[in-house]
Nanobody
Framework: QVQLVESGGGLVQAGGSLRLSCAAS????????MGWFRQAPGKEREFVAA????????YYADSVKGRFTISINHAKNTVYLQLNSLKPEDTAVYYC????????????WGQGTQVTVAS
């Protein structure tokens, strides 16, 4: 089992920044892929970014490229999502998730953290 706990959400003005954290525990994640997703009210959950546990390979949705950065601190078993140049349309609940490197579906999910961007 993998436990994921997100933190760092909040209310920010458009153009501002936030850093989300996802603390992982429960098992070794060496072969896992860690992802961030978001879900806005009335919309489906969408992919935001992902990173292989080795920290080398990173992937981003087109809507966040150049503004968001995903990273890993192995010593803290924590995945970060740095959100810069925030826009009102970035408002959503952000979820951290984990899947095995050979898998397709994400097996483990955090409880989510709210990000609200005011115009």
């Amino acid at each position: 089992q993998v436990q994921l706990v997100e933190s760092g959400g909040g209310l920010v003005q458009a153009g501002g920044s936030l850093r989300l954290s996802c603390a992982a525990s429960g098992r070794t994640l060496n072969n896992y892929v860690m992802g961030w997703f978001r879900q806005a009210p009335g919309k489906e959950r969408e992919f935001v970014a992902a990173i292989k546990w080795n920290g080398i390979s990173k992937y981003y949705a087109d809507s966040v490229k150049g503004r968001f950065t995903i990273s890993i601190n192995h010593a803290k078993n924590t995945v970060y999502l740095q959100l810069n140049s925030l826009k009102p349309e970035d408002t959503a609940v952000y979820y951290c998730a984990a899947r095995q490197g050979t898998g397709v579906e994400y097996d483990y999910w955090g409880q989510g953290t709210q990000v609200t961007v005011a115009s």
